[in-house]
């Protein structure tokens, strides 16, 4: 009857790793074994042991996925995705959603803490990853003030900015509020988007030589040159709003130095339209239209020539899933140019094309044809940073008190 159970184990490592349930549940198992009365009192100690090993690897395994940066940085990532899907072109409750997702980072590096602590583990890596969480965290909260107090028109006084990345639409893709830096790729603007200066991601280069950025239903443009700057320094030329430029004698300028940008014209990035391309963490899926997507494994943006205006890069887990639930049809990319595995023919045999397979398919109940395949959450942004701050309510004030 050990045996038998230990063949379960066996069975129940996925990955050479028992999950917390599977531990639990073999646990349950042994207990009930020891209480069988035809146990011989060898039997008894060899069940004692195995319960034992079990309770002792998941306290291990608890410490090391605690421990686990990697993993925790990937489901904060996943948190500041679900903050742009569900309200990144409102300044204020990307800045709440942020500091949400910033206190459940904090909450799980302070449990890595103590866990290794407790278990005489080395935590000065932890430690460090929390103190500059929660560092960011502060400023987090200094620029969600100002955005909360920004009054239109007001000149911007902080050294927080707006980095934003859109697609050929002018759709936001990527929004992170922070203090002021350079960063490569981005142009300085003369647009203001709830308190904070604009530094927008070249979407395109003009025949004439200008670097354009969309936001929305504006463009920014300038020639895209540098200039000299304070101290010697060489600075791109800033980006301008193009409705607001009036033509002088000689030269076009702006109307005034700063342009507020309306959130309410400004759309995210949320969804797929027929044709366009969504980028999976080891696939692409293809929009067909009608909420159906084709899936591409072990294939490159360059074997699949996908432009990437068209690709869709920072939908959140809970979206993925639903689009990868709609697939139907897959492709794996790796198997397309496979040699022939045939050692009874010598001479090279043309490689036979592989089918894509084509998986069943039934429509979700009440699922109608949609201009937007990819619904959006059914959560609503409210709704989703409450349940984020819940991860970690109470939390700062009790961030390094007992460890009880």
Known sequence: MVDSLKIKENQLKGDDKLSSGDSNLLIQDYKNLYSHPGLSADNRSKILVEISSLESNKKRNKIKDLADISRINGEYDNDIKETIYAGGNSPAGFLYGKMAALESKLFRLKDSVRQLEDA????????????????????????SAIAENYKEGQVPQSDFSAYITTNSKGQIRDIDIRRTEPKSGFYETNGILGGFPIYGKMNE??????????????????????????GGTFQQAKLVAESQLIRGKRIKRAKSEYYDVNPGNILIENSS????WIQGKDSFYKDLGNGTYEKYLGASKEDLR??????LTTLPDSVMRSVNERVIKTNDWSQQFQPPMNINVSSPVCPVPVTPTTMPFAAPTGLQESKAPVERSPQTFGGYAAATIGKAKSFLGRLFGSKE
Not at 273 to 276: E, I, L, M, N, V
């Open 205 to 230: 280069k003009t025949p004439e030589g200008k670097a354009v950025f969309k936001l929305g239903n504006e463009k920014f443009s300038a020639p895209d040159y540098y200039r000299m700057g304070p």
């Open 306 to 311: 996908i432009d990437e205006q068209s690709l």
């Open 273 to 276: 339209s027929a044709g366009d």
């Open 120 to 143: 005489g583990n080395d935590s000065s890596y932890q430690t460090m990853e929390l103190q500059k969480v929660l560092n960011e965290w502060l400023d987090v909260k200094q620029a």
